[in-house]
């Protein structure tokens, strides 16, 4: 393509873009970073100030933080901290009124985190948090996301199907636009290819990943292979409280809904099958999808250890080398084995484009994939800050700056975009990166911030929660 030509295509982005930012995804890379951050700022400041005017009004909780810093617009991006939401504005309800079931307080509290109208929602039927969950599906937009984790209290995170659509979205075209090894498209064609996806969790429940649903939509029936059916909303809130009165020796005193105390038996069995789903897993990768093309989403660790049962068996190239491995949490807080990475694309069969290591969360609609060089790059619709890790102060948005990581995200249309995480990120402002894009970039090295506990359970780390929790039933 000529220069002319790139300009083109340059300016084209920017202006659909300022008009719409999903659009991005009709762009290919070279494209979207080829813009001057500073270009890209303006668009965005400007997407930042619409959307905070239209929430202040439409969002209870926004209007709020807003009255109190005297945030009446969005004039520079530090404006938008003081009404971003933390990990604690998700679980900001009494746990009293989930120990009592009192899902008429629960829907009224979480329509004051968005904007969808749930004033006709009636949950007064509701005993769990199952039920609830099925009552907003049925009665308003909204298709709740719950976690729960070492701080004891379930999180809710609301989210329309508008919004798991654009995620969706989002999610497809970071491995669908792959290409080979000599720069052909790989993309799977619908209709033509069934390709499976290989995921390690859960299929269906408020704790799935929604993407599958989409994607056996598109591609056919039979086309996820997820080993966890179905995990359970309350199973995963007892995790978290669990956890929390573990830790204050209180254990023996949780109060159990008696609804879910009925369940016993139910939860018996499928805890009981919760070891041979993984184990069948485990087989069906080693035998039934040998020599075939896949994606697999899934855990750094995990991946590694299925590489290693290969090399074990000596063999090389298990998979199509068209498959597309994306991969991401970590070993458990250790430092990765040395050249784990080639170990496993030449365990798998992969080229170097088709094992990517991910980065994103729950919070955010929004995923990075690690360049050739190792960097996570800013997509266009995230506005990024790294802030002082005691104070919450913003650091200069220059040079290379280390703290907590937060984001205004510009796509979320009810749910609100602002959230500061407990990641600890380095992030790079006004320094292009070696692999060719302009923009802000992030180190692949992220941990928390020592000061603030995370309260999530991750993909990784549902399963071995609710078995927690599924024991701590069983004994009641």
């Keep these: 393509m000529s220069s002319s030509h790139d300009q083109d295509a340059t300016e084209q982005f920017k202006r ?17 970073f080829s813009v001057e951050p500073g270009e890209l700022d303006v668009i965005r400041l400007s997407l930042a100030g619409e959307k905070f005017a239209r929430a202040k009004d439409s969002i209870g909780m926004v209007g709020r933080m807003a009255a109190q810093n005297g945030i009446t617009e969005i004039r520079d991006f530090n404006d938008l901290l003081p009404v971003c939401y933390n990990q604690e504005t998700f679980k900001g309800y009494p746990q009293a009124w989930l120990e009592s079931g009192d899902f008429q307080r629960m829907t009224k509290w979480l329509g004051k985190l968005c904007a969808a109208d749930l004033s006709g929602v009636d949950a007064s039927s509701c005993e769990l ?40 979205q989002v999610t497809y075209a970071g491995f669908n636009r792959s290409v080979g090894p000599s720069g052909e498209s790989i993309a799977l064609r619908p209709g033509v290819d069934k390709v499976p996806l290989i ?15 989409f994607y056996e939509e598109k591609f056919g029936e039979g086309t996820v292979d997820a080993p966890l059916g179905y995990v359970d909303a309350d199973l995963v809130s007892l995790a978290g409280r669990i956890r929390e009165a573990s830790r204050k020796g209180e254990a023996g005193s949780l109060q159990i809904n008696p609804k879910l105390l009925e369940r016993k038996e139910e939860v018996a069995r499928s805890n009981a099958e919760l070891p041979g789903q993984f184990m069948g897993l485990m087989d069906r990768m080693i035998n039934k999808y040998r020599g075939e093309r896949i994606i697999f989403y899934g855990s750094m ?26 991969c991401g949490g970590g070993f458990d807080g250790q430092e990765p084995p040395p050249n784990w990475k080639a170990e496993v694309m030449d365990a798998l069969g992969l080229y170097e ?25 800013v997509p266009p619709t995230i506005i990024p800050f790294v802030l002082d890790e ?30 500061i995480t407990s990641d600890q990120v380095t992030m ?6 070696a692999c060719g894009r302009k923009g802000i970039y992030i180190e692949t090295a992220i941990s928390k911030v020592v000061s603030r506990t995370d309260d999530k359970i991750g993909c990784a780390g549902t399963s071995s929660a609710v078995e927690e929790a599924s024991e701590y039933l069983l004994k009641a």
């Design 16 to 32: 659909r873009f300022a008009e719409n930012p999903l659009s991005y995804l009709d762009f290919p890379a070279e494209v979207i």
């Design 129 to 168: 948090i199952e039920d609830w969950i099925r009552v907003l599906k049925e009665q308003s937009d909204v298709d709740l996301m719950m976690s729960a984790g070492a701080e004891g209290k379930a999180s809710f995170l609301p989210r329309t199907r508008q919004e798991w659509d654009m995620l969706m």
């Design 199 to 213: 995921y390690p969790g859960a299929r269906h429940g408020a704790r799935s990943w929604r993407f599958m649903d």
């Design 301 to 326: 660790k995990m991946i590694y250890s299925l590489a290693q049962q290969f090399r074990e068996r000596g063999i090389k190239g298990a998979y199509s080398p068209d498959s597309f491995i994306m």
């Design 353 to 377: 484009g088709q094992l990517r290591v991910g980065y994103g969360m729950q919070e955010g609609m929004w995923a990075m994939q690690a360049c050739d060089q190792d960097k996570y790059h």
């Design 390 to 419: 005691e104070t919450d102060e913003p650091l200069p948005r220059t040079g290379r700056q280390t703290g907590r990581f937060a984001f205004f995200d510009l796509l979320p249309t009810t749910s609100w975009g602002g959230y």
């Design 428 to 433: 790079t402002f006004d320094e292009s990166c």
